[in-house]
Structures are given as C-alpha cells and as structure tokens.
C-alpha cells in the first residue's frame, strides 16, 4: 500500500496545488495553480524533486497531519509555526516525518500563504492535466480533517535537514509592472500618480485577486467604464469602478471589462500574493525589454535554488533566532532600495 | 486611441510580457468577432513557432509565448505579415460549428428577473419570452468562467444595461441579459446581468473527456420549458438540450 498523509486537522484555506493548468484560457480557465509559484519551486529544490510535484498551500493558517509511512517534508512560503511530535522546526527547510508522528503547522507570522511539500508529492488523479484545485472553476475543495492523500514515490528518501533562504517577499515593498494593453486608456498623469502612490493591502483578497487601498483618491480612466471585455491574465492591475485596483492572481477570470492600468511581472507577483492584510506595496513601471531581462534573471534565480541548500542547524532555539534575523533583514533590504521618494 | 475612438484596422497590443492581443474592433461587430476567430484558427495552424497558447475575446485574438526564448520583436512582425495577408473582415465561421437547442424556464422564482428586463426593453413578460426564444445567438467568445458563453445579438430592443447592484449570486445554468447579449452562467457568479432564464445544461464538466461543451461559433436557441419539464431534465447528462452539425 502506498503511503498517505492523513490530515486531522484543517485550516479553513487549505488546498493542493501545483503549477496549474495553462492553456485554456479559450475556454475560459485560468491556469490557476500554487499562488507563490517560487514557493512550490524552494520546496522541490529543498526536497530535490521535480517543480510539478504537488504540495499543500495553507492561507493564513496549517492544520495537523501524520504520514502513514516515513516521509520527508518541506515547509515554504509564508513563514507559520510548526512542530513535528511537539518539537518547533524550522519553516525554509525540509525535515523527516516519521509513520504516525504529528506534524503541526499552526497561524502565519508573516505573509499569507505557505506551502507543505512532501517527499514524492500528492498523488491522485489529474484533472485537465493538473492536480490542483481550481475553486472558482469548481475543481477539486478544500482540504478537511479526515481527508487522507496518496503520495508519489519519493525520489530521494531520507534526504532531509537542509535549508534554503528564502527570496524576501511576505511584507510588501515594490512590485514592478509593465506597460499593457489597457494603459493607455489611463493619462500620463494618472499612471505617474499610480507609481507614486503607496497602497495597503486589503484584508479582501484571495486566490482571484487582491484588493489594494491607496494613499489618496482612486484612479479614473480616460475610456469610462465603456470598455468592451478583453483578456486577463494573472498579474494585470484592474482598476474598479470606484477607482480602486486589484492585482489579478492566477485563478482569476480571463475576461474583464474594468480598464487595466499595467501588469505585474511574474517574478514580483509572489510579493503580492504574500503581501498580508495591511502590508503596504509600490509600484514601479519598467520597459518590456526591462521587464524579460528580470524575467530572465528571475528564471535564473530558481534554476540555482538547489545550489543554494544548507545543511539545517538544528538546534531548536538558535533556529528560531536565525529565523527572526533573517525575516527581518530581508523585509528591509528588499525594500529600503527601492522605494520611491515619496 | 487615447480617448476611445474607433480602431481602423487589427491593432497589435502587448499583454504583460507574455502576451501579444490583435484587436480587429474596439466594439462588438459581426466582422470584428469573426475576424477574431479566423485569426486565431491561422495562428493554430500556420503561425509563428514559439506560441504556446492562443484565445479570442469578442473581438480580439490573443497570443502567449515565452518572450525569454522567442523574440517580441519578431513575434510582432510574423503577425503583422499574416494580418495584412488578408482581409480577415471577410473570413467566414469557423468549420464544425453546432446549433444547440437548450431547455429553459423563463421567469418564475427560477429566474426572477424576467419581468423587470421585459420591462427595461418595453416588452410585456410573454413578448419577452417570445423574442428570446426566437432568437438564434451565436457563441461570440467563451470567456470569465471556464466554457462561459458570450451570446448574440438580440434585437436592438435589448440594449438595456446592467444592473447597477451587483446581484449576490445566481446559479450554475443562470441565463443573464444585458446589452444584446446574453451569458449562460458556468458557476455560481455574482453578476449585473438580469437572471431571465433557468437552465439545466452543464457548461463545464472538468471529470469528463470534454471537459468544454461550447465552442466560439456555436448557435443556440432556448427553449421555453415549465419549471416540472426542467426538473426532469437534470438527470440528462446534457440539462434535455441536443445538438445538431451545421454546414
């Protein structure tokens, strides 16, 4: 019998995902997929697995599980408290999860989501060629307690205790956007006061999109709200009727017709996604050609993670300082930079 | 087009980084629409290596690709040898196009918001069905929720806006009504379409091997049903409706 991972306990956003379904956005769905997608790709790095493996993404919050059989794990994304038979372990790295031994993975501490990897991924049937959960689409529900999730055949087992420092992006900061097919529909004036504006991140949002607050008045297109319905892809910033944007994330609709003022880069849309309620965020406009060369660079970036894995100290108290340190020196160092004067 | 003119000719826009959008219209036009499906057909078979996914919206045809391997530059002037090739104006439907004929309850606390759209284009309710039901719409672009149909035209009387209080949800099978168009809702929405028609036809069936019913250029025609005729009907794979090959 093959192993599983029982879950006793869910938070109420817990589902599996993996990269998604691309492809049918002819058909009117959106690729969907893990929302931090260079979460999925440090927790096939740390578990020296392929990126398509499926993994566990928890808003907010984790739940408890058990294995059935000696497993491996890796925790990304968000950062949240975990503990493996009552002993706190570090979120960024990967850890044995013994047969019928507790794992617990309780509230976020920074972020929104954050990502359980196990060793082989979850298994079970595709669906459209994908084992994620498309809630919108009606694909697939979230996790309860009681479910229990086949797993893949582990390719490296016993491989475990390495660490991998994350890319900083759970607190804000700068998010760069290209120009797109609707942002001529907004004047000069506006889409400078678009990028010089700081926005909070609303406690609305979840997989479609994310609601963002601005510093002053809302932003008003020069086409009205005539605009006949055109594409979207995950990344395009809407601009609703009472001036307010949201970023599209990727299980958003793939038709609109609220006037797009720019689009995310994919590498900065992790940084949205995992922006929590109140966390502030800018934006920068950069050229196309700006915008593949940090595409490319990002590409590059997720190709090294696995040579960037480090052994895990384990001791529990000086992971839990490491921990801070570094959270806190990434926010800052990510941002600090980059911010425009405002 | 900065203040929302008329577009003359396809006009090529970029979409994100990935993406390319060729727009044969800045309003919905029989001519636009089918230029959008035609050239999306030549983009699948003989268009630029590189492209990994193509789609239409009511009026335009869209594009992805990986811009790190595949060069902007030269995406844009393969397109732009392709559009001027032809008239695309003048294509015609695409090939192995469907009439579907779907059983519908109009009105009732099914679809409670017949009356008030009867109202809104001057018709009493039984002139309303009447007209609906006697139109024949065709499938203008699937799009916002997987195998979600966008429906036209109906006759100028129809030109009534959206609500503007959203409607907290209608239910899969909803038919809405708004500007000459209709949507035939795949899952529970929240919409500021009027919810004129109730429907049993299952638009998305993501365990089957077609997972999408309708296509871009498929016809379809509702059909009056009573409120017991459609209850029936669930337990058919299909909500009663059936198709037929246009040629």
């Not at chain 1, 694909?139 to 582990?154: E, S």
């Not at chain 1, 995950?234 to 609709?253: A, K, M, N, R």
Request: glycine share 12%; charged share 25%; aromatic share 6%.
């Amino acid at each position: 019998m093959s192993a599983e991972l029982v879950v006793h306990r869910a938070g109420p956003g817990l589902t599996v995902q993996d990269t998604g379904r691309p492809g049918h956005l002819r058909a009117g769905l959106s690729r969907g997929g893990a929302v931090d997608r260079l979460a999925l790709a440090e927790g096939a790095a740390l578990l020296g697995q392929a990126e398509e493996c499926a993994a566990i993404e928890m808003v907010g919050m984790g739940g408890e599980f058990e294995a059935t059989q000696d497993t491996r794990i890796a925790l990304t994304g968000a950062p949240m408290r975990a503990s493996i038979d009552g002993t706190r372990v570090a979120w960024n790295a990967s850890h044995a999860l013994p047969a019928g031994i507790r794992l617990s993975i309780g509230t976020v501490e920074t972020g929104s989501y954050g990502y359980l990897h196990v060793g082989g991924g979850i298994d079970g049937p595709k669906r459209l060629g994908a084992r994620s959960a498309h809630l919108a689409a009606g694909i697939g529900a979230p996790l309860a307690a009681g479910d229990r999730l086949a797993l893949g055949a582990d390719p490296r087992p016993g491989a475990t205790n390495l660490r991998l420092e994350p890319e900083p992006r759970f607190d804000g900061g700068t998010v760069r956007i290209v120009p797109s097919l609707q942002t001529a529909f907004f004047d000069e004036a506006e889409r400078d006061r678009f990028a010089t504006t700081a926005f909070r991140r609303d406690t609305r949002g979840n997989r479609m999109g994310v609601r963002l607050v601005p510093e002053g008045r809302g932003f008003e297109s020069v086409a009205g709200l005539s605009v006949l319905s055109e594409v979207i892809v995950p990344g395009d910033v809407q601009i609703t009727g009472d001036g307010t944007p949201f970023v599209l994330l990727c299980e958003c609709q793939t038709t609109g017709g609220y006037p797009r003022i720019g689009s995310v880069l994919p590498a900065d849309l992790p940084r949205v996604a995992q922006a929590g309620a109140g966390a502030m965020l800018h934006f920068r406009f950069v050229s196309l050609e700006e915008g593949i060369a940090l595409e490319r660079r990002d590409r590059q970036v997720r190709e090294t993670l696995r040579g960037r894995l480090v052994p895990l100290v384990r001791r529990p108290e000086e992971i839990r300082d490491l921990l801070g340190y570094q959270l806190i020196s990434g926010v800052t160092a990510g941002d600090d930079l980059e911010r425009p004067d405002i | 087009m900065s203040d929302g003119d008329v577009l003359e000719g396809p006009v090529m826009r970029n979409v994100g980084i990935d993406g390319l959008l060729v727009s044969f219209g800045d309003r919905l036009s029989e001519p636009a629409n089918r230029a959008a499906m035609a050239f999306r057909d030549a983009l699948e078979r003989e268009g630029p290596e590189g492209i990994e996914e193509t789609s239409t919206s009511l009026v335009s045809t869209y594009l992805r690709f990986d811009p790190v391997h595949a060069d902007h530059g030269a995406m844009r002037r393969r397109l732009e040898e392709m559009l001027t090739a032809r008239n695309w104006f003048e294509a015609t439907l695409p090939g192995s196009r469907r009439l579907w004929r779907i059983p519908t309850v109009f009105g009732t606390a099914l679809a409670p918001q017949l009356d008030e759209a009867a109202a809104a284009a001057g018709m009493d309710p039984e002139a309303a069905i009447r007209s609906i039901a006697g139109a024949r719409v065709r499938v203008q672009t699937i799009g916002f929720a997987p195998g979600q149909p966008y429906l036209g035209q109906l006759p100028p009387d129809w030109d009534i806006p959206r609500q503007t209080q959203l409607t907290e949800k209608v239910p899969a099978g909803a038919l809405g009504l708004a500007i000459r168009q209709m949507v035939l809702f795949s899952v529970p929405t929240p919409t500021g379409w009027r919810h004129v028609g109730q429907t049993a036809f299952p638009l998305f069936r993501p365990a089957t091997d077609a997972p999408f019913v309708l296509r871009p250029g498929d016809e379809v025609r509702f059909d009056p049903v009573s409120p017991e005729t459609l209850e029936r009907m669930k337990g058919d794979a299909d909500g009663g409706a059936v198709s037929e090959i246009l040629t």
